[in-house]
């Protein structure tokens, strides 16, 4: 039931994006008079009403909790007094993106949220999360000047495996609500990969290397592409999708994910 919300929450915001300013109100009405509405982490009620993002108080704290500033280049948490251009994590990578941003650290609650977005049954959540980011890194994705966003891909049969396709939802979420299209299928993936989790740094760069494809070329010709993804590690799967889109004719690439994650020594 909880999803339905979501949906018609997410179907209210589309409705506000088209200039129609009671539509949303009514469906709103509608579902919050039908269930209240509840956290799609936690799934306490909500004491506010049910526009999105549907997450709660305590929930939102721990997924945009930062206790360190991050480093511009790669988004990994950096201690103040090592502010610079990068970081001593990406200071010897080689990326084609040109910077990346993150909402938090994958660890912890925020850590759980990203493994359940990878489920069908927590799309509510993933797209929660979309408008999470909207509203938690709007300043950030501006002063990127992203002209569209892309999600990374997944090859076709994991994402019918897992039905439910992740970066696709959050980029949605993030276009409605800051204006900015979100193309799908634009990039794609074209063979199966190993999971990046499972292997060691240089085994990642090789198992996602020509891993993707580009439709729609004209599209992109001189495009500032902001690549949208759930979680970034080494960063070797964003590199990789930046260096395909790039060979394509964007002119820029920038990353945004919902969780950095940086191993059992984070620094925050
Ligand atoms: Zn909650
Ligand atoms: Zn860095």
Known sequence: MNRRIASLAFVGDLLT?????????VVQAGTDLLLPPSCNFCGCVLDRPGR??????????????????????????????????????CRKRRYAFQAA??????RDRLREA?????????????????????????????S??????????????????????????????L??????????????????????????PVERLRNVRD??????????????VMLIDDIMTTGATASEAARTLRKAGASRVTVLVVARGVGADHLA
């Open 17 to 25: 994006q088209c200039g129609s300013r009671w539509l949303p109100r």
């Open 101 to 106: 941003v993150a909402m938090g650290i994958y």
């Open 144 to 173: 990127h000047q992203p002209d569209l966003l892309v999600p990374v891909p997944t090859y076709w049969l994991k994402r019918l495996r897992r039905g439910v396709n992740g970066p696709e939802l959050l980029a949605e979420a």
């Open 52 to 89: 999105q993002p549907l997450i709660c108080e305590p929930c939102r704290a721990d997924f945009v909790k930062r206790t360190l500033p991050a480093c511009p280049r790669c988004a990994a948490p950096v201690h103040p007094f090592e502010q610079g251009p990068d970081c001593i994590r």
């Open 175 to 200: 276009g409605a609500r800051l204006s900015i299209p979100a193309v799908k299928g634009m990039l794609y993936s074209r063979r199966s990969t190993k999971k990046q989790g499972t292997l060691l």
């Open 211 to 224: 891993a993707f494809g580009v439709k729609r070329r004209r599209d992109l010709q001189g495009a500032s």
């Open 114 to 142: 990203v493994i359940r977005m990878k489920q069908r049954v927590h799309e509510p959540l993933t797209i929660s999360m979309g408008y999470l980011l909207a509203e938690t890194m709007s300043e950030a994705v501006r």
